[in-house]
């Protein structure tokens, strides 16, 4: 698992970079100002990608205790997403993480679905992810 490090966005415009995910998942630092962009680089297969936040449960006065669910993202062939930004008391856990995993989607070609694939970075499975964030400043 690999630590995405967030590149800044500011009025002079940024170029894209971007990383291959990690088969076996990726995660990054939350301050709360954070998204993710993903691209789908795979012609005809498509992805799930799950984001678990660091925290199951958030207490708040007006709504009590409520359960936070990961987020999934299906990202079809060919396709970009962005998601984000992810509020640090809902999203946060003590190491101030959120975990992203990968899995080939069902009726993709590599034919197991729903199964994390062997390599989602290379060859043909060519999954890119870039983290960015605002300065609220």
Not at 34 to 54: C, M, Q, R, W
Not at 115 to 124: E, L
């Given at each position: 698992m690999?630590?995405?490090v ?8 940024i170029k894209e970079v971007?990383s ?5 998942g990726d995660n990054f630092?939350n301050s ?9 680089d ?12 660091g925290v199951?449960?958030v207490?708040?006065?007006?709504h009590?205790?409520?359960t936070k669910?990961?987020?999934t ?9 962005y998601?984000g930004?992810?509020?640090?008391g809902?999203?946060s856990?003590?190491d101030n993480k959120i ?7 069902a009726?993709?070609p590599?034919g197991?679905g729903?199964q994390?694939i062997?390599?989602?970075s290379?060859?043909?499975h060519a ?11």
């Amino acid at each position: 698992m690999a630590t995405l490090v967030p590149r800044k966005i500011s009025e002079l415009s940024i170029k894209e970079v971007l990383s291959d995910c990690n088969t076996d998942g990726d995660n990054f630092y939350n301050s709360g100002v954070e998204f993710v962009k993903f691209v789908n680089d795979h012609a005809s297969a498509h992805y799930d990608i799950v984001l678990t936040p660091g925290v199951a449960t958030v207490s708040t006065p007006v709504h009590g205790t409520v359960t936070k669910s990961a987020t999934t993202i299906v990202l079809e062939d060919s396709q970009e997403a962005y998601v984000g930004p992810f509020k640090q008391g809902v999203w946060s856990g003590s190491d101030n993480k959120i975990t992203i995993t990968y899995d080939v989607n069902a009726d993709s070609p590599t034919g197991t679905g729903g199964q994390a694939i062997s390599t989602i970075s290379s060859g043909v499975h060519a999954l890119k992810a870039e983290l960015l964030f605002l300065d609220p400043k």
